[in-house]
């Protein structure tokens, strides 16, 4: 446990007798012992960190750190790990991410253990064993985070295969890039879609040689299914997600949150739970500008209220460059299904309401942060930003690309004209790089996949994040995926868009405490900032780049205030999960809701 390393006043002999302060200024702790990355460059590395009331009140040599020390100074020693600022997640959905904490676990090595069909299969028969009783009651099963990609079979699951589990109990499974899944024969008879009904706008129901739907749904044909299954959820089911999400956050060191596509009762679930005294770290959310906008515009703000705040608008233009529903601007080199020649993706949305929604946007005042993938969804992007600036020049508001998989050299050349700040994607090089190799775009363009190095070259800040529960939200996995651009096979994808370690952590960091306006309190550890740390094994600029994946998060600090200490007992590699069991109290609510969603239907 860290509290072994508080020690009040054993290193005055080493410190030196303090300077003069004034009472104010005397710290409440001084963190010291071990490496000390700032995120600072005027000042790159400290001595020692002193803290007050949650707030840096000085950074550097041991002995002008010592200035502020006083009787009642706690000293933290760090025990030879290192420390640096908390982690600023660039893009993630944290309270979706108690969904990944709660459902079974489809995910591939080395975050889980499904591998082929037989072992999907394998895996939901378990969870419904362990959760038999909420199961029998409510009658659903769900998982999260299988990958076609990943599965023997190069394939999604059938509903056929789903009936193997149960053919009498509904069954829904979400992929991991969280655009499309598979539901059974039973949840597609509950939710009444059969070989009549047609593709809702944005989304398609797959169909197999029979003409019969086969079960797997994309884009809008499942977030129709889901996402209403979600939303009436009651306060406690959403409470638990919440609680579970920012947890699994905490443990991999991230200080602040956001919740990337989020609604307005997703944010009062925040701020209730906030309100409880059970949210312990910071979270943005930014709700989806086509259903939200009179929420957005009555609760944006730059300031928490507590530990949340609205910081603007979510915009969804395509989907899944893994499953095939990003939109190109030409064809998918190789995509493992039946496509059509020539095919190339689809907007989620038309351009009207892409424009329409920028538009908004820039008119208020409030920030956009846009998902886009493909090359053609970037290039609506790029068109609606520019009229939108014409028509709102003075508009200062911070717009962000999400994602930004596939993109053209030109295209980053407008994103820095237009002031977009890209938050990017490279941990993909890692989970789908061989994939994206071999299937969505090919060799060539492959390599510049999340092109970091692009940015770079046009001095550009940039995000790195893990956009989880579509990724588990690894830090250290994210932070080895921008510098080696290592894939799964072990290939190097795009060795010119790598960045060194320094780079990578800014992008884990200050750049996306920009991202959020929030540069002037987060990011860097500097005087007046909060004192939001993370712990790390090792320092990462003094490893082996190829060892970052190793490293691991000791201890998450928010406003002074431990909240995360890591187990010893956890050995690299598990999955990392919240300190959260999947009640049958809350499986009744969570499933029961779920049920009475797909019969509203």
């Known amino acids: 446990m860290l509290t072994k390393f508080l020690r009040v006043g054993t290193l005055v002999?080493?410190?030196?007798?303090?300077?003069?302060v004034s009472a104010q200024d005397i710290a409440d702790t001084i963190y010291?012992?071990?490496?000390?990355?700032?995120?600072?460059?005027?000042?790159?590395?400290?001595?020692?960190?002193?803290?007050?009331?949650?707030?840096?009140?000085?950074?550097?040599?041991?002995?002008?750190?010592?200035?502020?020390?006083?009787?009642?100074?706690?000293?933290?020693?760090?025990?030879?790990?290192?420390?640096?600022?908390?982690?600023?997640?660039?893009?993630?959905?944290?309270?979706?991410?108690?969904?990944?904490?709660?459902?079974?676990?489809?995910?591939?090595?080395?975050?889980?253990?499904?591998?082929?069909?037989?072992?999907?299969?394998?895996?939901?028969?378990?969870?419904?064993?362990?959760?038999?009783?909420?199961?029998?009651?409510?009658?659903?099963?769900?998982?999260?985070?299988?990958?076609?990609?990943?599965?023997?079979?190069?394939?999604?699951?059938?509903?056929?295969?789903?009936?193997?589990?149960?053919?009498?109990?509904?069954?829904?499974i979400v992929h991991q890039s969280g655009h499309l899944g598979v539901a059974n024969s039973k949840a597609l008879e509950i939710a009444g879609i059969d070989a009549s009904t047609e593709d809702p706008e944005g989304g398609v129901i797959q169909q197999g040689d029979d003409g019969e739907p086969n079960g797997v749904l994309e884009e809008y044909a499942f977030f129709q299914v889901l996402v209403p299954l979600l939303s009436k959820l009651g306060?406690?089911?959403?409470?638990?997600?919440?609680?579970?999400?920012?947890?699994?956050?905490?443990?991999?060191?991230?200080?602040?949150?956001?919740?990337?596509?989020?609604?307005?009762?997703?944010?009062?679930?925040?701020?209730?739970?906030?309100?409880?005294?059970?949210?312990?770290?910071?979270?943005?959310?930014?709700?989806?500008?086509?259903?939200?906008?009179?929420?957005?515009?009555?609760?944006?703000?730059?300031?928490?209220?507590?530990?949340?705040?609205?910081?603007?608008?979510k915009l969804t233009i395509d989907g899944s460059p893994q499953g095939f529903t990003a939109l190109r601007d030409r064809p998918y080199y190789d995509p493992v299904g039946d496509y059509p020649p020539g095919y190339a993706g689809y907007a989620a949305v038309k351009m009207e309401q892409v424009q329409d929604a920028v538009n908004w946007c820039y008119e208020h005042g409030i920030q956009v942060l846009t998902h886009a993938n493909g090359e053609g969804a970037s290039d609506m992007l790029i068109a609606a930003i520019g009229v939108a600036q014409d028509k709102y020049p003075d508009a200062k508001t911070r717009p962000v690309l999400i994602h930004g998989q596939f993109l053209r050299e030109d295209?980053?050349?407008?994103?820095?004209?237009?002031?977009?700040?890209?938050?990017?994607?490279?941990?993909?090089?890692?989970?789908?790089?061989?994939?994206?190799?071999?299937?969505?775009?090919?060799?060539?363009?492959?390599?510049n996949i999340s092109p970091t190095g692009w940015v770079r070259q046009r001095?550009?800040?940039?995000?790195?994040?893990?956009?989880?529960?579509?990724?588990?939200?690894?830090?250290?996995?994210?932070?080895?995926?921008?510098?080696?651009?290592?894939?799964?096979?072990?290939?190097?994808?795009?060795?010119s868009q790598r960045v060194d370690v320094m780079t990578a952590l800014k992008a884990m960091t200050i750049w996306p405490a920009w991202q959020h306006f929030e540069e002037d309190r987060k990011g860097s550890l500097e005087v007046g900032k909060l004192a939001d740390f993370v712990l790390l094994s090792d320092?990462?600029?003094?490893?082996?780049?190829?060892?970052?994946?190793?490293?691991?998060?000791?201890?998450?600090?928010?406003?002074?205030?431990?909240?995360?200490?890591?187990?010893?007992?956890?050995?690299?590699?598990?999955?990392?999960?919240?300190?959260?069991?999947?009640?049958?109290?809350?499986?009744?609510?969570f499933l029961h809701a779920m049920y009475d969603g797909l019969n509203r239907r």
């Open 235 to 313: 306060p406690d089911g959403l409470t638990a997600f919440a609680n579970a999400g920012t947890k699994l956050w905490a443990s991999y060191g991230y200080t602040t949150a956001q919740e990337g596509r989020s609604s307005a009762s997703i944010v009062e679930t925040l701020k209730a739970v906030d309100t409880a005294g059970t949210l312990e770290i910071d979270v943005v959310a930014y709700p989806d500008v086509l259903e939200a906008k009179e929420y957005i515009k009555d609760n944006v703000s730059k300031a928490y209220t507590g530990h949340v705040r609205v910081g603007g608008c």
């Open 539 to 589: 320092d990462p600029t003094g490893v082996d780049p190829e060892k970052l994946d190793q490293l691991r998060v000791m201890a998450t600090i928010k406003e002074g205030d431990v909240i995360y200490e890591a187990d010893d007992g956890v050995q690299k590699g598990e999955l990392v999960r919240p300190d959260f069991a999947f009640s049958p109290a809350m499986a009744d609510q």
């Open 411 to 447: 295209q980053v050349d407008s994103y820095k004209r237009l002031g977009v700040f890209p938050s990017l994607f490279p941990m993909h090089t890692f989970y789908w790089g061989d994939w994206h190799r071999d299937h969505t775009v090919g060799p060539v363009n492959a390599e």
């Open 32 to 172: 010291t012992g071990g490496p000390i990355l700032t995120i600072n460059d005027s000042a790159p590395k400290a001595e020692a960190v002193a803290v007050k009331d949650g707030r840096i009140v000085a950074v550097g040599a041991m002995g002008d750190v010592n200035a502020h020390k006083g009787d009642q100074t706690q000293i933290f020693d760090l025990g030879g790990r290192a420390m640096l600022p908390g982690f600023v997640d660039s893009h993630g959905h944290v309270v979706m991410g108690g969904l990944q904490a709660l459902s079974a676990n489809l995910l591939a090595p080395p975050d889980g253990d499904v591998t082929d069909i037989a072992s999907l299969q394998a895996t939901l028969s378990k969870w419904a064993e362990d959760n038999a009783e909420a199961v029998d009651k409510v009658k659903m099963i769900i998982g999260f985070g299988y990958d076609n990609a990943q599965l023997a079979e190069v394939r999604h699951p059938t509903r056929q295969e789903l009936d193997e589990v149960s053919a009498e109990i509904p069954i829904i």
């Open 459 to 495: 001095d550009m800040m940039f995000g790195s994040h893990h956009d989880a529960p579509v990724a588990f939200p690894d830090s250290m996995r994210i932070l080895s995926a921008t510098v080696t651009r290592r894939t799964r096979s072990g290939d190097i994808l795009g060795p």
């Open 13 to 20: 002999g080493v410190l030196g007798v303090p300077g003069v």
